[in-house]
């Protein structure tokens, strides 16, 4: 029973979720205005485009909402959230895989200059790594060397430095191993270390 | 002084992060060069991946969500409340309530008023399933004593050491037929991982 006189924002998640249970739109929406940021943005630097991003967003918040009634107070509901949206990128990311060899040109293009026309059509769907945000030169550097992690190691890095997720959560998001999970953190942030090194000479 | 301590841990190093150092770490930190270096650059690293800012997705985001949520109108737990949920359900519950209600007196009513009637149906029924158990009972003997092998199992049955020896095969059969069936239905004990999403 969530207590009466409180506002919704004030209310924990699993009270809101009572509420969206009831049918309460409004409950709904809040669940959304907590999560929105932390999802689109793990989701935004899993797959650095901002319209795919919202498209993954979007449908990460549509999943969680119409299987509302299924979710098992067990589970933080943040990691129920963080975990569907971690799904959607990893997806994205396995089928873009998979288009890799068009990736570097069609196949198909003969001529040096078809390769490059083919090549240029999709990297222009890509936004540049800078684009979003005005940073400081070292939050820019980062963004950029995180972006080269591998995705299993990127989703870690951000869920614990940048969200600010306990290992356990991450190991509940994620389905692994608690031991994984501090494994991929420490070589995540050996490979950052390294990476931005350059800067501090 | 040099202290005597290996190099930290990734462990240790993590630790740095979550809480107060203890003093050996402490003291080592100050002796080896190589060590500080680590831990200050990992430091620093934590502090920019923790400035990070959120980034927000474009204006009406949440609208666009909620256009394609499904809220179901039955978001009520319990049965009384989703009857009371709307004029329409009170309705149907109360229309229900009158036809179920109604036959079941209905009933009621007739059975007292034709006493005779069902108790001359139940008198009538037991004895024709009486007859009728007794003739398949009789059939099935009699065309068992018929059967070929019918004096060999007399023989068997008669004579106490066979009657064991059938009576041990026959468990030994049945033991192992339970056994294969308890494998057969036993639940995986390795749960299945993402079973629900
Ligand atoms: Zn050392």
């Known amino acids: 029973m969530t207590p009466p006189g409180r506002p919704l924002m004030d209310h924990t998640d699993q009270e809101v979720v009572l509420e969206a249970r009831k049918g309460k739109e409004r409950a709904y929406r809040e669940l959304v205005r907590r999560y929105e940021r932390p999802v689109f943005s793990l989701i935004f630097r899993m797959v650095r485009n901002r319209e795919l991003a919202e498209d993954l967003s979007q449908e990460t918040f549509i999943k969680v909402l119409n299987a509302i009634d299924s979710y098992r107070p067990e589970f933080k509901f943040s990691s129920w959230v963080f975990k569907i949206a971690n799904n959607a990128a990893i997806d994205h990311l396995r089928r873009r895989e998979l288009d890799t060899l068009s990736l570097d040109g069609s196949p198909h293009a003969v001529t040096p200059e078809a390769i490059e026309a083919t090549a240029l059509q999709i990297s222009d769907h890509q936004e540049s790594p800078l684009d979003y945000v005005q940073a400081t030169e070292l939050g820019g550097e980062i963004e950029e060397v995180i972006a080269k992690l591998r995705p299993e190691y990127r989703t870690c890095i951000l869920l614990r430095h940048v969200d600010g997720r306990s290992y356990e959560e991450i190991a509940e998001i994620l389905n692994l191993p608690l031991g994984t999970v501090k494994t991929y953190i420490h070589r995540a942030r050996n490979e950052l270390r390294i990476a931005l090194e350059h800067l501090r000479q | ?197």
């Open chain 2, 1 to 197: 002084m040099r202290t005597t301590r290996p190099h930290l841990s990734a462990d240790e190093l993590d630790a740095v992060h979550e809480t107060a150092l203890p003093a050996d770490i402490r003291t080592h930190l100050a002796d080896c060069a190589a060590c500080f270096e680590m831990v200050r650059t990992d430091q620093d690293l934590v502090a920019a991946l923790k400035r990070l800012p959120h980034l927000d997705p474009s204006p009406g985001f949440v609208d666009r969500v909620m256009a394609r949520v499904v809220i179901p109108a039955y978001g009520i737990r319990t049965w009384p409340q989703r009857i009371l949920a709307s004029r329409r359900s009170l309705a149907t519950a109360a229309s229900w309530t009158v036809v179920i209600g109604g036959a079941m007196m209905a009933s009621v009513l007739w059975s007292l008023a034709n006493r005779d009637l069902l108790m001359g149906w139940g008198d009538q029924l037991l004895t024709e399933g009486t007859r009728l158990f007794w003739l398949g009972f009789r059939s099935t003997a009699a065309a068992l004593t018929e059967q070929p092998w019918y004096q060999e199992l007399r023989i068997i049955v008669t004579s106490p050491g066979r009657l064991a020896a059938v009576l041990a095969g026959l468990s030994v059969a049945f033991g192992s037929g339970v056994l294969a069936f308890r494998h057969l239905v036993a639940i995986p004990a390795r749960a299945v991982r993402d079973a629900n999403w």
